[in-house]
């Protein structure tokens, strides 16, 4: 069995990569989390890496994507997640590594892609929120989905509260894409998702209703 190698890329609080990590061992070893990139020295997603014996490079903003594309080039990852990576990846990487990387987002793709997710679904009082995984195309936030988890509003929430249920749903739907990569699940052809070889045309929806505030 070939152990797929997979790079973590990160801006912050590093809470998705510390959920991957802790989901590691469901993964029976078909993909291995071998190293990780920020570019925020202060994330505390660094502390998470090294206390688990996953070498970090940071790199200042100057030489952002140069020391990216080395550590890319260095790893030669077979899966690159992004996960709070907070930088747009210049469209040389995204081609090179086409297919590869996937990012998870704070809302229902196509609506709100960018900053301030929180804000604008309680603005429009929207009924339904979620998070998206998709594969990272060149455009913000864009990419085939392979993975949406929504949730019913219910109440008035706050932002704090609305974040809180947005994250425990993006920490049960990320570990099960990865295992599906780890499994050869879940593929990406000419911007289509495949799922156990067959074309999916509309994201696959996890529906969660055990999220209490
Ligand atoms: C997550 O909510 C993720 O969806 C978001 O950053 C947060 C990182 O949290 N990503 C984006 O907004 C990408 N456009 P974490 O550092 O605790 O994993």
Redo the contacts with the bound molecule.
Sequence with gaps: MLTKKCVLL????????ENLINNQASLNGKLKYVAAFTNNSNAK?IDICSDNDIEVTISDQEELNFNLKKFLSKHKPDLII?????KILPDDIVDKYAGKII????SLLPKY???N?YEKVLKNNDLFHG?TIHYVDTTL?GGPVILQGKFKIRKKLSIKEL?YL??KV?HKIYPIVVKWIADDLVTVENNIIQFNDKDIHSPITYIVDDLNI
Excluded: Q, R
């Design positions: 990160f801006s912050g609080k590093g809470s998705n990569i997603g992004l996960a709070g990576y907070m990012n998870i987002h704070p892609p960018g900053l997710t998070a936030d974040e947005t994250h993006e």
